[in-house]
């Protein structure tokens, strides 16, 4: 049962009931757990960095959009220290979704010309870290941390003009793609994988909105959630955004890419279990901390058992400067990816966007920086040789942790999500 790269797009030899199997009895029970600890809930963003790409961007329009923050006192002790004063004023002043219209009326034109000398901070993430497939992560003075248990991922009615110029934005200009989607398949195995993942994003996205949608008075206020609002499934929804009838019969392979952006996940996942086995969480309540310690364990057990259905080593692999500068370029084009999520104008869409963004981003360096290939190996060396050594990831931050196990999360549930939402249709 091992993933098929080559040939057709969602040609998995993996089928798709394997993997529903797998997820929903094992591994989302388990996910759902975990995610809801004090490590992994407690996310740090920057809602206030510039969109580099065109003007009036990262306007909350809708209330549905609406963030809320994390005072200090609510993130744990152990998280807390790189909270600052300058935090609790920009908290403040966040946006407050309450004083603004709830629709978006002007938008801005798509500057298709992205190129490295549009980036104002190119040069500090170029800085930031070679191999890292993401930008840097929200960590500066402006970053607030977020509950992610609060703030969940749902319908927001975020659509039209401005959701399209960020999606249009990632397909055209950072997925290689100036092919119509039938010629995918002319595409070199590198590109139509990073396409792939941005489309198994995208779906899996729209899986959430479908799957928690607000049912409500279907008018121009209908976005105010009004008290008798009621969130849950719309199958119709679902079945409009992934039937063959609705989108030229495109819809099937867009739900395949999510599956297959899950076994990409899957494997980062697995790949760096050493080192995760090692990692504390810690958030200061020793109590929770040793929880998390035993689910992430008992996690890593359960990913073990499915690991081998994405072969990463079949990517770049080239050899000689032809796929380095693949590689590169890779690299280079999500992180323009991950700059475009400064863009969206929806708070909750950009907190969720960026979060999964980094988590694949995360990922992608874990399978193809190569430098978590060299260190797994001395680490099982040294297992052998009962050497002690301090086995700690120099190479992860705590962000690029918590962001992939969401994103693993939120593939995890989307899976789910489908099989319910079959269900009812
Ligand atoms: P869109 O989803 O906007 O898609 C545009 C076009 O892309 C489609 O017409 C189709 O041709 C193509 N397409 C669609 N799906 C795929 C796919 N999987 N693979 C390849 N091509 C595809 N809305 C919410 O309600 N809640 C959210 O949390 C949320 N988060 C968002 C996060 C980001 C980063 C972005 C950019 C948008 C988010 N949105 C969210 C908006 C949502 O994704 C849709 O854009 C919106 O609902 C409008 O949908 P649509 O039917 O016009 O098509």
């Not at 609406?66 to 908290?91: A, F, S, Y």
């Not at 000689?320 to 869409?349: H, P, W």
């Amino acid at each position: 049962c091992l993933c098929h790269l080559e040939g057709q797009i969602g040609d998995c030899a993996c089928s798709v009931d394997v993997v529903d199997q797998f997820n929903n009895v094992k591994l989302y029970p388990r996910l759902r757990s975990l995610l809801s600890k004090d490590y992994f809930r407690f996310y740090k963003v920057n809602f206030q960095r510039r969109c580099p790409f065109w003007e009036e961007d990262g306007r909350c329009s809708m209330k549905t959009c609406h963030v809320k923050m994390c005072h200090e006192g609510d993130v744990p002790p152990g998280l807390r220290e790189n909270l600052t004063v300058e935090d609790e004023v920009l908290i403040s002043k966040s946006h407050d979704c309450e004083k603004e219209s709830d629709t978006d009326t002007e938008l801005g034109h798509l500057n298709m010309t992205i190129s490295p000398d549009v980036y104002k901070g190119f040069e500090l993430w170029q800085a930031y870290d070679e191999d890292n497939f993401s930008v840097y992560p929200d960590e500066d003075g402006e970053a607030q941390y977020v509950d992610l248990l609060l703030n969940p991922e749902r319908f927001t009615g975020y659509k039209g003009k401005a959701a399209h110029r960020i999606w249009k934005a990632i397909y055209l200009e950072n997925c290689f793609w100036s092919q119509a989607p039938l010629e995918l398949n002319n595409l070199c195995l590198e590109k139509r994988v990073f396409y792939r993942v941005i489309s198994g994003l995208h779906a899996s996205i729209n899986i959430h909105l479908s799957a928690n949608y607000l049912f409500g008075k279907r008018s121009r206020v209908f976005l105010t959630q009004q008290p008798n609002d009621e969130w849950g499934r719309n199958a119709a929804e679902f079945h409009r955004r992934f039937s063959p009838t609705y989108t030229k019969g495109l819809g099937p392979q867009w739900l395949k890419n999510l599956y297959f952006l899950y076994l990409v996940e899957l494997r980062a996942v697995a790949k760096v279990a050493p080192y995760l086995k090692n990692e504390s969480f810690y958030t200061g309540n020793n109590e929770e901390d040793r929880e998390t310690k035993i689910a992430v364990s008992d996690m890593l057990k359960i990913v073990d058992s499915f690991k081998y259905h994405f072969n990463e080593s079949a990517l770049f692999d080239g050899g000689g400067q032809t796929a380095d500068d693949l590689k590169k370029e890779f690299r280079y084009r999500f992180r323009n990816v991950s700059r475009i999520m400064d863009c969206v104008g929806c708070q909750k869409c950009k907190l969720w966007g960026k979060l999964q963004v980094q988590g694949l981003g995360t990922a992608l360096k874990i399978l193809f920086s190569g430098k978590f290939d060299s260190m797994s190996t001395e680490i099982q060396k040294n297992r052998a040789n009962s050497t002690l050594i301090d086995l700690k990831p120099p190479q992860l931050a705590r962000s690029e942790i918590v962001s992939l196990f969401n994103a693993i999360g939120r593939l995890s549930n989307s899976i789910y999500e489908i099989e319910q939402l079959k269900r009812m249709i």
